[in-house]
């Protein structure tokens, strides 16, 4: 991914009103993260722990989506997997991310959610660049081009269901 401005970045959110946009925390030090290894642009703001935000490269241009993260607590027994990355994760570590649809839809109400890492770093995590704590990545058939394929296939899939107008 190409590092994006702030400016970029804020313009890019479908799903919320312009002056949301302008007011949500970016994340810290967005001139030094690792952009090379990124498929997309995900994180937790810091200021409202049940709320994350993506901006992703879709259908030519760039989506940003505002997510929303229900407070329920997992059991550290348990694991989860990723439904972009396919990675797994102890307990917290994947967390069901809804997202307002754009347009009408949304206004009216309607969303669509998924399970993720709860930390939006898939493109670190399928590129072995962090690790799940307490879960070892899965051996995997394909290789890692293929799987950050997979990964930003699944994002776009997402990410479609979002752009949807209507409820599905």
């Avoid at 949301?20 to 290894?37: D, K, Q, S």
């Avoid at 997997?81 to 570590?93: D, K, L, M, P, R």
Wanted: aromatic share 4%.
């Amino acid at each position: 991914m190409k590092p994006l401005s702030e400016n970029e970045i804020r313009g890019s959110f479908v799903n919320c009103s312009k002056g949301e946009a302008g007011r949500l925390n970016l994340p810290r030090g967005l001139a030094e993260l690792p952009w090379e290894h990124l498929d997309f642009l995900g994180w937790r703001d810091q200021g409202a722990p049940d709320r994350g935000h993506l901006v992703a490269e879709h259908g030519g241009g760039l989506v940003g989506v505002t997510l929303r993260v229900p407070s329920v607590r997992r059991s550290l027994r348990m694991s989860n997997v990723c439904s972009f990355c396919i990675s797994t994760h102890a307990g917290s570590g994947v967390a069901l991310l809804a997202a307002r649809r754009a347009g009408a839809a949304g206004r009216e109400g309607n969303t669509v959610g998924t399970y993720v890492c709860a930390d939006l770093q898939c493109s670190l995590y399928v590129r072995g660049l962090k690790q799940s704590a307490l879960v070892s990545r899965a051996e995997e058939s394909l290789s890692q081009e293929e799987q950050i394929a997979r990964a930003v296939a699944n994002l776009g899939g997402f990410l479609a269901k979002v752009l949807t107008d209507t409820a599905a």
